[in-house]
Structure formats: structure tokens, C-alpha cells
């Protein structure tokens, strides 16, 4: 016995051993990777010595003697910090993830190839300015520069993913920059998914319950449109989902995840410093490290500095010493779904308005780890790309005999969007600024512009002319071999949406309606926010004039116009009725509940246990109200519509029907469904959370997932590379903590404003900003996660191109030196 104890002592200690040992060496080989931020290195393709200088936030500032000169740096310092990140939004784009990762991403693969994004982008680069190629070049000799480093001094092949899934990198080349930039416009373009939504439900609902469930912003009158079923015949009722569930390397998101942002600016009447004060928070999905990276460029014009997107050379928002810029996605309509009829006869042909024509045809293989090449027959009609059934749920809007063409403004091969932005990084006023946002193709945003003395907000990107007899203004898919219903180019840039230097001093967006126009100027239908517009006017309103804090006040305010309004509205007949109830009955825990939410001025808190109980009661309240209406299509709808709850609490236009219960005898009353669902909710929060109702807390629901895209989900290592916090704000707060809407955590807040900065040109180094995780990508740096603390807080970081304050306090100092070569 004595000896089988020695041998299993031994044994244990060799095991423990051997797990020291791979520790250690794979934190070795991890830690090759950690770029040392002071040295000097000698690379080809600048002029003179450039100055990276890392602020105690490892916010590089550089200094060049040349335009290109910066660019190469900023290219290196991308490179250094996030070359992981850039490589795989490269080969997101080019559909090459399925070399990496199986057949897990082939799907993925495949909807990137049928758009032929990285192709476009390939044949834009002739498309840029003369300044635009060289400072793309530039950047990418900075990358390749770094590259070479890592391969020379065997620096752990550059990030530690890259010891995981080895692969040779290519040189990185302009167009992977542009391709970059057409990835950005995928991600904030939900109008394809929009527009199957609405086909598959008006096939189950009449128009009136189809303006309920789908409303348009209510501040305008609703136009009549033809149902699906009349417009594109031979589509069945219903047809289960067809599309696979949603995978964290794509690119395509759930459209109630994609795009949004806010952005406000003050005009120096408006303003108590004198001069001009401007706020933006762009939205997107939250992500470990964060999709943005700070820097600050000295270039020729000034220095800028703001919110930048490795791989790309461009600061996205931010400001010089001049000038400040900040973007919204505009919410712009400008995709469209073209049902295209096969020729029965000869599948290779398809119907144009002047017979049939043949498909454009070519066929591109994707490789596969681990299993067999996939070859796809891509097909074009004059319209767009084919989609297949199975992507975007395609499938079941269309007809048999027929297939899908996608018309999008972003698939242009002449694409100068990233000409423009860079005259937007040169301009020093708001003029030229709004003469730099011509050239802008996609994504389509409003961009919020202050100089010194002026305020505006344009917007830039593309719109698409439709006729205005088209079969359905662009809201439902439609067959493309009919002249109406193709696109007529775009509207000169003169038409789009323009505010100048307004009254009231005071201008903004929450991607909102900002113009109301008729079919076919009208923009958009389907606005991206109709709530936190709301709350944003009151802020603004309720100060004659405002400062920075008051900005700062604002983009962090989490009181929910729309949880005051619905709460108040659910509970109009249930607030203090009923008899006393026991402890621990289900009655008691609704008054309870209702106690709590009748004292509530509707502040998404992450310390109290009131916006939890709103949120799973009007979450259980829809469900309860589409269930039997639509169906197993209720899964389409994870996240509430707010016009569309008070449309049926208000009962406008006969709403209130949607109450009754289809399938049962009694007529249910609006109050019932309230009820009923308040219970279906309290019984989730006692499942899920346990204790008093009055103990919970939102924070333990709304949990901020910076999550790894690749590693997030991989034992042990995810909790190494994921962040997680406990956060306020909600789906229609200003600080905007859009949360998932799927189980088993419908409330974790997955898409937020991810970078946050505020301009104040009275005195612009009092300026700051922030991102939400750090600025590297390594996970063993102190700079990974070290700014996310700061961002949950609330709290931001000094945005001062002074380059003094950047030396003082700095991390370390590169040195780019020519080689001579």
C-alpha cells in the first residue's frame, strides 16, 4: 500500500510538473509577442525618422515629416497592437475563414464570396485619389514593415492566436484596406434582413396588424402597400427559418444588433465657453479587444486625433485642432431584394425587361480545413449578386422558379469612400468637410460637424433613386425584371439630408427620422430609433446652455423614455388593486413588483432590481401578445418594439386585438395579457436569480460580453480573453447597452457605444474619450482590458494632441528610422 501511495505521489508530482511546464512555455511563446514599445528600428519606405509615442493609456501619438511618413506609423502601430484583429477582418472579408476554421465558417464563406467584396474593393483602388493611394500604400508598407519584425526576431509570429491557427499572413496590400471599410458597411446594413422580416410577416397578418407589429416612426402618416402574397405570388404562409444560427466571426449580425449611435453638438450660443461643443458614441457589438483603437496622427494639415478601426488609416471620429466629426448610421434604404424568375428552360438565364438574359457566371473555390474544397457557382444578374435559399432566410420569401439578387449601394467596384474620408481627416472647417463627404459610396451615415464657429450635420453615402412607381418603394422584395422596381442610379449629393449652423443652436442624431419626405426622397421607411430621440431633446432642452459635462452627462444617461412610458402604461389598471396578499404567494410578488415600479422614474441602474422587473415583464408582454399570431415567426422578434406595445396599450386603430388570445374562448383584455405576463415574469427573475424580487439587481442580468470572437467560447482560455461587467443603460437609454434578446441571457448588453468622445473647441485639449476594453489585443498585456474599467464607470481619458503632456507620462517612445533601402 505504502508503495502504490509513493507511485502516486510521484505521479501527481510529474503531472503537476508537466502543467507547470506547458504553462510556462505557452506563456513564454505567448509573451514573444508583446511588442516592446521603446525601441529603434530601421524599416524601408519612409523619408525621415517618425516618432511613436505611447501615452500612459498606450495611445500612440506620431510624428512625421510627411503624410505618408504617419500613415506607415499608424500602419505599424495597428500591426504591433491588433494584428490578429486585422488579419481576420481581411479574411472575413476575402470568405477565407474556412481555411482557419473548418466547416464551421463556411457558410460565412460563402454569403462574403457572393457579395465579392474583397474583388469590389480590389478594383476601387484605381477608383481613389492620387493622396488617397499614396497614403494607403503607406500604411500598408507600415503593417508589412512590422511584419518583417516579427518574422526577424521571431517575435511569436506577431499575436498569440497566431500559435493556435498557424498560417502563413500575406503582405497586407490597399485593397485590404478598402475591404475593411466595405466589412464595416455589411455590419451596419440591416435593410436585407428588414425586408425579408416584413415579407414572411405580412404573409400571416392583414396591412393594419402589419403597421402594428412593424410600425413606422409614428410622427408620420402611414402609406398603403400592397400585400407579399399579391405582389410576388407562390410564396407559402409560412416557412420555417432557414439560416443557421448566428456565428461571433460574422459579419452579419441579427438586424436588431446592427448599427447605431449618437451624436449631438452645440453651437457657441448654446455653449457656456464661447465656442462650439460636439458628443458621438458610435454603437457596435462589443468584443474583446474592442473594435476601436485610439491614436493621435500629426499630419501635415494638424494633428488629429480620435477613434480608429485597425485596419484601416483613418480616424473614423474624432477632431484636430479645428474641427470635430462625429457619424450615425443614417439608416439610409439603400438595399433592395430583386426576386429574379429563372427560365424554366435553360436555368442558366433569367428574365430581364427585355427577355431572357444569361447569368454572370464564375466559379471560386473555398478551402476547408480539415475537409474538402467547396466550389461555388457564383452568379450576377444586372441587379446584384444571387443569394442562395438558405442565406438570410431567402428561402422562404421566395417563389418556386425563382431566385434572390441583392442591390446594394456597397457593391461598387469605383467605390471612393475611402478618398473622402481622408479629406474629411484633412479638412479644418465644416465647409470642407461637407465637400469632403461627396465621394462617400457606403456605409451610409450622418456625419456631425463643428468647427470653432459653426455646427452641421450632413449626410453622406449613397441613395439610391427609385421610380416612383415601384411595385413596393423599396419596403418588400420585388421581381427585378420590371423597369419600376430597378434602381435609377442615386440622387446627387446635393439631396441628401443637410443642417447648417441651426436656430435653436443645438443639433443631433439618435438615428432618428431626421427629414420626412415622400416616397421616393424619403430616405428611409424604417428609422433606426424612435425613443432615445426623446430623451436626448429633453437633455438638450432643459439647459440654455451647455459645457462638456453636460455632454458627458447626456451620452451617460441611462433614464428609458420609453420604460417610463410602457411601464406606466402596462400597469395603468393593475397599480395598487387586489387584496393583501401573503408573503411568498405570486400575488404578493406582483405587488411587490408593482410597488417597486410605481416609484420608478425609469433609470436603467445597474443596482436595482426595478429595470430587470420592466424588462422581463414587457419582454413576457410581446411575447405574450404575437405568440398565437405569428407563430413559430414570434422567434424573429427578440427584442420589443416599443411603437408597436403602445399602438396596442393606446388601442390606435383597433390595436388592442392583438390581447385577445386567438386559440381561447374568453375575450382577453389588454390588462389580463398585462397581468399574466408580469407573473410570467417574476417566476423567470425567481428561476433565474433567485431571493426577494426586491433583491435583484439589473446588473447581474445586464452583463457587458467583451467577448473574443475566435477563443470566447474555448475552456479555460475564455477566461483569459473575455472581459465581462456588470452594467446600466438598456435598449433605449442614451448610453445605449443594446442586449441580446436571445436565451438563456436575453439581457447581457452585447452591442454598445464602444468608443466615447467629447470635443470641446473653447479649449480642445480639455477634450476626452474612451473605448471599452484597451489598446492591444494581447491578452497578457496590461493594455488589454486595463481603459474597460474607466468605460463601465463611465469614465473617460484626457484627448489632447498637446505632445508634450503625450511625453510625459509615457509608456515608450519608437523609433522609425529610414533603412536606406
Known amino acids: 500500500m505504502a508503495l502504490i501511495f509513493r507511485w502516486l505521489v510521484r505521479l501527481a508530482t510529474a503531472l503537476i510538473f508537466l502543467s507547470v511546464a506547458a504553462i510556462a512555455l505557452a506563456y513564454y511563446f505567448a509573451s514573444r509577442s ?17 516618432e511613436i509615442v505611447r501615452d500612459n493609456a498606450n495611445v500612440p501619438h506620431i510624428f512625421g515629416d510627411t503624410d505618408e511618413d504617419v500613415y506607415f506609423a499608424l500602419g505599424y502601430a ?13 479574411r472575413t472579408a476575402q470568405g477565407r475563414l474556412s481555411e482557419l476554421f473548418g466547416e464551421r465558417t463556411v457558410r460565412i464563406d460563402e454569403v462574403l464570396r457572393r457579395f465579392d467584396l474583397y474583388t469590389l474593393s480590389v478594383n476601387s483602388v484605381d477608383a481613389q485619389t492620387d493622396e488617397a493611394k499614396a497614403y494607403l500604400e503607406a500604411y500598408s508598407s507600415g503593417v508589412n514593415a512590422w511584419l518583417a519584425e516579427v518574422n526577424k526576431g521571431a517575435l511569436g509570429r506577431g499575436a498569440p492566436e497566431m500559435w493556435l491557427f498557424n498560417h502563413a499572413i500575406a503582405p497586407w496590400q490597399p ?18 434582413e428588414d425586408e425579408v422580416l416584413r415579407a414572411r410577416t405580412s404573409l400571416l397578418l392583414d396591412n393594419d396588424r402589419l403597421r402594428d407589429i412593424l410600425p413606422d416612426d409614428p410622427t408620420s402618416g402611414i402609406a398603403a402597400l400592397p400585400e407579399y402574397a399579391s405582389l410576388v405570388p407562390g410564396v407559402a404562409p409560412y416557412t420555417p427559418n432557414m439560416r443557421l444560427a448566428h456565428d461571433p466571426l460574422s459579419p452579419v449580425k441579427p438586424a436588431p444588433l446592427r448599427g447605431a449611435s449618437n451624436a449631438w453638438a452645440a453651437s457657441a450660443s448654446r455653449s457656456t465657453t464661447g465656442s462650439t461643443l460636439l458628443a458621438n458614441d458610435p454603437h457596435l457589438g462589443l468584443t474583446a479587444p474592442s473594435i476601436w483603437y485610439l491614436a493621435r496622427l500629426e499630419l501635415e494639415t494638424g494633428g488629429v486625433i480620435g477613434g480608429t478601426i485597425p485596419g484601416m488609416p483613418l480616424v473614423l471620429s474624432g477632431r484636430s485642432d479645428a474641427l470635430g466629426w ?75 422558379g425563382h431566385v434572390t ?29 461637407i465637400t469632403a463627404g461627396e465621394d462617400f459610396i457606403a456605409p451610409a451615415q450622418n456625419l456631425t460637424l463643428a468647427d ?30 420590371l423597369p419600376e422596381n430597378r434602381w435609377q442610379g442615386r440622387f446627387p449629393y446635393s439631396d441628401n439630408p443637410e443642417f447648417l449652423d441651426p436656430p435653436g443652436g443645438i443639433l443631433g442624431n439618435t438615428n432618428n427620422k431626421t427629414v420626412d419626405r415622400p416616397f421616393p426622397r424619403h430616405i428611409t421607411h424604417k428609422w433606426g430609433d424612435t425613443q432615445r430621440v426623446n430623451r436626448w431633446r429633453r437633455l438638450m432642452q432643459a439647459r440654455e446652455v451647455h459645457t462638456r459635462d453636460s455632454f458627458i452627462e447626456a451620452q451617460l444617461d441611462t433614464v428609458s423614455f420609453t420604460a417610463r412610458t410602457l411601464s406606466t402604461l402596462m400597469g395603468a389598471d393593475l397599480w395598487f388593486t387586489g387584496d393583501a396578499a401573503p408573503d411568498g404567494t405570486p400575488e404578493r410578488q406582483r405587488q411587490i413588483a408593482l410597488n417597486l415600479l410605481s416609484a420608478w422614474n425609469g433609470e436603467m441602474n445597474e443596482h436595482l432590481p426595478e429595470p430587470l422587473i420592466y424588462a422581463a415583464w414587457v419582454r413576457a408582454f410581446q411575447q405574450r401578445l404575437i405568440r398565437d399570431e405569428l407563430g413559430p415567426l ?41 397581468r399574466q405576463s408580469l407573473d410570467d415574469a417574476l417566476l423567470w427573475i425567481t428561476e433565474n436569480y433567485g431571493g426577494a424580487v426586491e433583491a435583484v439587481r439589473w446588473g447581474d442580468a445586464h452583463v457587458a460580453t467583451h467577448d473574443h470572437p475566435v477563443l470566447g467560447n474555448t475552456p479555460i482560455l475564455e477566461w483569459v480573453v473575455n472581459i465581462r461587467q456588470s452594467t446600466s443603460g438598456g435598449d433605449h437609454t442614451l448610453q445605449r447597452a443594446k442586449t441580446s434578446g436571445v436565451d438563456p441571457h436575453p439581457f447581457y448588453n452585447v ?13 480642445p485639449d480639455s477634450s476626452v474619450f474612451i473605448t471599452s476594453t484597451g489598446q492591444s489585443g494581447h491578452p497578457l498585456s496590461r493594455h488589454y482590458d486595463n481603459l474597460g474599467e474607466l468605460w463601465r464607470r463611465g469614465e473617460y481619458i484626457p484627448m489632447s494632441l498637446d505632445p508634450d503632456l503625450a511625453r510625459a507620462a509615457a509608456v515608450g517612445v519608437t523609433v522609425l528610422t529610414p533603412s536606406g533601402e
Open 34 to 50: 508583446l511588442p516592446d514599445y521603446n525601441t529603434t528600428s530601421a524599416v524601408a519606405d519612409i523619408s525621415a525618422p517618425v
Open 78 to 90: 495597428h500591426a504591433q497592437d491588433r494584428l490578429w484583429q486585422m488579419t481576420m477582418l481581411r
Open 175 to 192: 485593397a485590404d484596406s478598402i475591404a475593411v471599410l466595405k466589412l464595416m458597411a455589411l455590419d451596419l446594413t440591416s435593410g436585407l
Open 326 to 400: 462625429g457619424v450615425t448610421t443614417a439608416k439610409v434604404d439603400d438595399v433592395d431584394i430583386m426576386v429574379e424568375e429563372v427560365n424554366p428552360d435553360n436555368p442558366e438565364e433569367y428574365r430581364s425587361p427585355n427577355g431572357w438574359v444569361p447569368f454572370r457566371t464564375r466559379d471560386s473555390i473555398v478551402n476547408v480545413k480539415d475537409g474538402a474544397a467547396v466550389t461555388l457557382r457564383l452568379r450576377w444578374t444586372a441587379n446584384g449578386p444571387v443569394m442562395p435559399r438558405g442565406q438570410y432566410d431567402l428561402g422562404t420569401i421566395t417563389p418556386p
Open 405 to 433: 439578387a441583392i442591390s446594394w449601394t456597397a457593391l461598387s467596384d469605383r467605390d471612393t469612400t475611402m478618398s473622402a474620408a481622408f479629406d474629411l481627416n484633412h479638412a479644418r472647417s465644416v465647409e470642407e468637410a
Open 452 to 481: 470653432r464657429n459653426r455646427i452641421s450635420m450632413k449626410t453622406v453615402g449613397a441613395i439610391p433613386a427609385r421610380d416612383v412607381g415601384h411595385q413596393s418603394q423599396g419596403r418588400l422584395p420585388a421581381f427585378g425584371y
Open 634 to 674: 414570434a422567434e424573429e422578434f427578440t427584442h420589443i418594439e416599443p411603437v408597436f406595445i403602445e399602438r396596442v396599450l393606446r388601442d390606435i386603430n383597433g390595436a388592442s386585438i392583438w390581447c385577445d388570445v386567438i386559440q381561447s374562448a374568453p375575450v382577453e383584455s389588454c390588462t389580463d395579457i398585462a
Open 751 to 763: 452591442h454598445a457605444g464602444a468608443y466615447r468622445g467629447v470635443y470641446d473647441f473653447a479649449d
